[in-house]
C-alpha cells in the first residue's frame, strides 16, 4: 500500500534526522515511491540510496525509530588476493554461514518485530522470534538491533534439513545500534549471545591475515563435504566490512533449486555461482581429475532438475515449491497470507495439523513464469 506524501500523516523533518539527510530529499524518495507505506504502517526504502540500506525501515508510530537496511556483504571470488585487499586487520575472525533466511528483530516502541531483508515485518519470524529470542535483552538493551539467520526446515523462504533443526532456529551473526547502525565487535556479541543464551553462530577461530586463506580453505572443504553453506569473514573489531566465501556444494545445491524454477530466477544468479566454480578451481590448483569431478556436480546441479521439471510439466503437473511453517496461532498463519500477497507471491495453505502447542501447516508457492514459459515451449514457440 503506497501513498502520496500529502496523504500520509507523518513527520518529513523527524525522518530526515533519523537517516541523517535533508527533508527535500525524504519528499523526492516519498513521492518516486522509492521509500513507501506497507500494510503494517511503516515506511521502507525499496533501494540503496547513497550511504542508506535497501530495506531501511522506518516506524513512525508513537514515537519514530529507525532500523537501518542490513548492509550488503561482498563475496571473495579469489580468496587470497581478496583477503589482502580487502581488510586492513592483521588477523580476521571466521564464522560460518548459516543456510537460511536474514532477518533483524527490533523493539519498536517495546513491541518486537522481525523484518526480512527488504524491510517488512514477517508475521511468521515474529512470533519464531518471540519465542526463541529472550525479551529481557530488549529490555536491557531497546538500542539493538539482533540480525541473524532463521534455519530450519519450517522456513517458507529458505527450508534446510542440513542442521538437524527440528523446526526453526534463530542464529545471531550480528548486533547493530538502531542509530546509525553501528555493529558490536565480534567479542562482544559472542559475550551477549552467551549471557542471553542466543544460539550464535559459529566461530571457527581468528587467524593471521597472511595464513588466512589457509585455514579457510580447509574449513570450506569440512563445511562442503557435509553439505553446509560456507563461511562469513570479519575484521574482529568490526570496522572494515566483512566478506563471504562459499562452498562448491552449496553453489551446486542454489543452482540444483533453482534450475528446477528456471524462468523465476535471474539470469545473473545462475552466471555469479558458475564464476565461483571456476575461480575456486584455478585458485585451489586443481588437477584434470578434480575439475572433471566439479565440472560433472556442476552440470548435473544444472541439467538434471531443469529436465525433470520440463518432464513434469510435459504429463500435466504444475511446479510448486513445498514449504511449511509451525505457528502457535492460526492468526499468525492469515497475517503470513496476507504478508506473502504484499510481496506478490501466489500461494496456497493447507488445512492445519495440531501438533502438541502447534499446527504446522505445508504452503505451496505457485512458480507460474517458469509453468508458462515451459508449457509455451512445449507447445512450440520458438
Known sequence: MRKDPEDMDIDIKRIAELLHTT????????????????????????RSISKIEVGTAIFPWETYEVVWGFPKIHRAMMLEPALRTHFTTESVA???????????????????????????????????????IPEKIFTDHPEWVLCGEMVGPDSPYAPKETYGIESLQFFLFDIHEKKGGKPLTVAERQEVAEEYGIQSTRLFGTYPLNEAHHKIREIIQMLGASGREGVVIKDPEMR?????????????DDLKYAFTYYHDYARSFFYSRVMREAFQSVEWREGPAEIERRALQLGESILKPMIQSIKRV???EKLVENVKIRVKSLKTSEKFKEHLRTLGID????????????????????????????????SGET
Open 240 to 252: 572494515d566490512p566483512p566478506l563471504k566465501y562459499t562452498s562448491s556444494q552449496s553453489n551446486c
Open 23 to 46: 527533508e527535500q530529499r525524504i519528499r523526492g524518495l516519498l513521492k518516486r515511491g522509492t521509500l513507501h507505506s506497507t500494510p503494517t504502517h511503516h515506511l521502507i526504502l525499496e
Open 94 to 132: 571466521v564464522e560460518e554461514k548459516m543456510n537460511g533466511y536474514n532477518t533483524r528483530v527490533a523493539s519498536i516502541n517495546g513491541q518486537i518485530v522481525a523484518l526480512t531483508r527488504g524491510g517488512h515485518i514477517c508475521p511468521y519470524t515474529t512470533e519464531k522470534a518471540e519465542s526463541l
Open 314 to 316: 510435459q504429463s500435466g
Open 347 to 378: 500461494a496456497v495453505f493447507s488445512d492445519p495439523v495440531k501438533i502438541r502447542d502447534e499446527y504446522l501447516i505445508k504452503i505451496q508457492k505457485i512458480n507460474h513464469r517458469t509453468n508458462d514459459k515451459t508449457e509455451s515451449i512445449l
